[in-house]
């Protein structure tokens, strides 16, 4: 089972004047794939999500699931948090979830969302609204499991 922690970037939710569903819906959704260990909803504070972010890496946390702040506005820090700490972009699923956004609004082509690894630690960022979750999470959810495994050095290569 693996260590999951879920981070919502909202500055209403931060204030409690905004519900986080889409963070539920992710805590809901990852029962099976490993361990909760912390949820937070902090404000699209780009050194606070940096902090958070880097602090959950630093514990070994193995998949950070993030929603929120991966849009156009000016508070819409997830993605440049996420570079900040990453060692390098898993660029093919980033790609897989616009994709899927599209199909279901012309707006996907306006996501940002990073997905990267950081060290030991897989990072997946998420849009904030609960329906774009719902059509998302399915896209990556198949691939968790082996890409925290290759991630942690759980791999034969055959040769052929």
Same mark, same amino acid.
């Given at each position: 089972?693996? *260590?999951? =922690? ?14 986080? #569903?889409?963070? +539920?819906?992710?805590? $809901?959704?990852? *029962? $099976?794939?490993? #361990?909760?260990?912390?949820? *937070? ?24 699931? !993030? #929603? &929120? ?7 819409? /820090?997830?993605? @440049? ?6 060692? +390098? @972009? ?9 994709? $899927? ?6 707006? &996907?082509?306006?996501?940002? /969302?990073?997905?990267?690894? =950081?060290?030991? !630690?897989?990072?997946? /960022? ?5 329906? =774009? ?19 942690? &050095?759980?791999?034969?290569?055959? /040769?052929?």
């Amino acid at each position: 089972m693996w *260590k999951i =922690a879920i981070l919502t970037s909202s500055d209403r939710g931060a204030a409690g004047e905004r519900e986080d #569903t889409s963070g +539920r819906f992710l805590r $809901e959704s990852m *029962k $099976e794939l490993g #361990t909760l260990m912390d949820q *937070k909803i902090l404000p699209d504070d780009e050194e606070t999500l940096v902090s958070q972010l880097q602090s959950w890496v630093d514990q070994g946390i193995d998949l950070i699931l !993030t #929603t &929120g702040g991966t849009g156009l506005g000016p508070r819409d /820090n997830m993605p @440049e948090a996420t570079r900040r700490i990453m060692t +390098r @972009e898993v660029v093919g699923m980033s790609e897989a979830l616009r994709d $899927e956004s599209r199909k279901h609004t012309p707006m &996907g082509m306006l996501s940002r /969302n990073v997905c990267a690894q =950081a060290h030991d !630690t897989l990072i997946i /960022n998420f849009p904030g609204s609960l329906p =774009a979750v719902r059509q998302l999470f399915p896209v990556v959810f198949p691939v968790l499991d082996h890409a925290l495994s290759l991630i942690h &050095g759980m791999t034969e290569h055959k /040769n052929s």
